[in-house]
């Protein structure tokens, strides 16, 4: 019996600490960009994709975005996700979570991708900007991502 709530009494600290150090990772700074903040410990949910970049802005040829009818500014954090991910607009409005290497931000979701593959996250230059990607390496890299 003794032992049993010694175990108990371990498990219940090591569930704070955790909860505390996960806090302490979100509590990183908040711009006018973005939230950032350095790379959860536990990422299971995360998804593995390829980032490419995206001209949200009128005048590039391509339409308006698919969840308002508008083309946006290429300074927010907006992304267009690959068909199967973009789920029939089931994520429209909402934001993701984008990791690469040790940074991340969160980016609203406004368009389909649709004639990309199926692993595409087509980010505005804000992303990249916020994500700190070498401006000589823009155009396409691996990141994760995963619903906020």
Known sequence: MKTSRVVF?????LLISCIEARYKLHGGK???MGQHYK???????????VMTLNNFEKGDGGGPSECDGEYHSNNL???ALSSRW???GQRCLK???IYYNDASTQAMVVDECS??????????SAVWVAL????????????????A
């Open 9 to 13: 009494l371990l498990l219940i600290t």
């Open 30 to 32: 908040n711009t006018s």
């Open 39 to 49: 790379r959860p410990l536990f990422a299971s949910t995360n998804t593995n994709a």
């Open 77 to 79: 954090l907006i992304v």
């Open 86 to 88: 973009y789920n029939h």
């Open 95 to 97: 934001y993701i979570n």
């Open 115 to 124: 004639g990309c593959g199926d692993d595409i996250v087509d980010a505005s």
């Open 132 to 147: 700190g990607v070498s401006r000589s390496d823009w155009g396409e890299t691996g990141i994760t991502w995963s619903d």
